[in-house]
């Protein structure tokens, strides 16, 4: 036997655990997974009152072409996530204007000014009754967004661990901590 | 690069640059993490491969530079990394064990360039290329370690 297989016999015993190998690429295909669904995480935004017990998360991804795009999902108790479509439309300014119609028949609308870039968020409900009500979100460092009804209500969505929307390496922005009614 | 073009040179070369990091370390845990530091630069760095070959060579190559990183870091100079793997390699012959602990005990500049040249089956010129030094050094190193290697493994070790 020459040096050569001798060598190569001896150190093809040796290898990378599998574990790690896989876990490497597990990791890339989650990033690749969160990158397409969450172009850029600006925005969180819960539902309140109506789904009681389902958060949204809220992604700003306007900076498609005119038509729907996602702006966020809800996330069910049981992890379902079902997309919301918005409405992009651009008044003579620039500024571009996101609105969906939430399954409970609210809106929720993303606004960006096209000379600052920054962005809005609006919640407008439907019904008679909540209609003057203040909503507010915000959104904490760990990502975790509290929505609150009249110093009364709230609900928390929760983005990023728990669900595969969010990229929990971006911070949402801090825009997105006042919603008006 | 799709996801399954990622899995594939991982899977393909993970113990290549295993082997290049256990080289420089002698650990398996260091070298471990060194595969999926290598691994993760790959998938990050959006460079255009011209052929295979290259994307073979780009890996081996941050594996060495990793490698290296680790060594001179100020907490590893105070250690000296265990060999257990050793320990947990099953050889099929005295020769192949004792091989092991011969190369093992070289310095790690003469591993590295043993490995390239035994097992990756570079060129001296290329060995060079990738460790950023000359070929002569490349030459010097390994014939030392041979001489070594020879001397300590009397008849295993045979004249080239």
Redesign the interface.
């Known amino acids: ?4 297989e ?6 093809s ?5 599998n574990e ?2 896989t ?3 597990k ?3 989650t ?2 997974r969160r990158k397409l669904v969450s172009k850029k995480l600006v925005a969180i935004a819960a539902c309140v009152a109506c789904v009681a017990s389902a958060g949204i998360v809220a992604n700003a991804a306007t900076d498609g072409e005119l038509g729907k795009t996602v702006i966020g999902w809800f996330i069910s108790p049981d992890g379902k996530q079902t997309a919301i479509e918005g409405d992009v439309s651009y008044d003579e300014n620039g500024n571009k204007t996101t609105t969906a119609t939430l399954e409970n028949g609210n809106n929720l609308t993303v606004k960006k000014d096209s000379q600052t870039g920054d962005e809005y968020y609006e919640y407008s409900v439907g019904d008679e009754e909540s209609k003057n009500k203040k909503f507010m979100i915000s959104v904490d460092d760990s990502g975790k967004a509290t929505v609150e009804y009249d110093d009364k209500y709230s609900e928390e969505a929760v983005f990023g661990d728990k669900n595969t929307t969010g990229d929990v390496d971006e911070t949402p922005s801090k825009n997105s901590s006042d919603i008006v009614k | 690069m799709n996801d399954d073009e990622f899995t594939r040179i991982a899977l393909k070369y993970s113990d290549s640059i295993f082997r290049i990091a256990f080289n420089y370390s002698r650990n398996r845990s260091d070298s471990d993490d060194i595969v999926q530091n290598v691994l993760l630069k790959y998938y990050k760095c959006n460079k255009e491969f011209e052929s295979e070959e290259h994307i073979r060579n780009w890996l081996l190559r941050v594996a060495v530079n990793e490698s290296k990183k680790l060594l001179v870091s100020p907490f590893k100079k105070k250690i000296i990394p265990l060999d257990e793997m050793g320990e947990e390699l099953i050889f099929e012959h005295k020769e192949e064990s004792d091989l092991y602990y011969a190369v093992m005990e070289l310095p790690s500049k003469y591993r590295i360039s043993v490995y390239m040249y035994y097992y990756e089956d570079y060129s001296v010129d290329e060995i060079a290329d990738i460790l950023k030094v000359n070929p002569s050094t490349i030459r010097t190193r390994l014939m030392r370690a041979r001489e070594k290697l020879r001397s300590k493994l009397q008849g295993v070790w045979t004249d080239e």
């Open positions: 036997m020459s040096n050569k001798l060598y190569k016999n001896t150190f015993k040796i290898h990378a655990s790690k190998v876990e490497v690429i990791m890339s295909e990033k690749k």
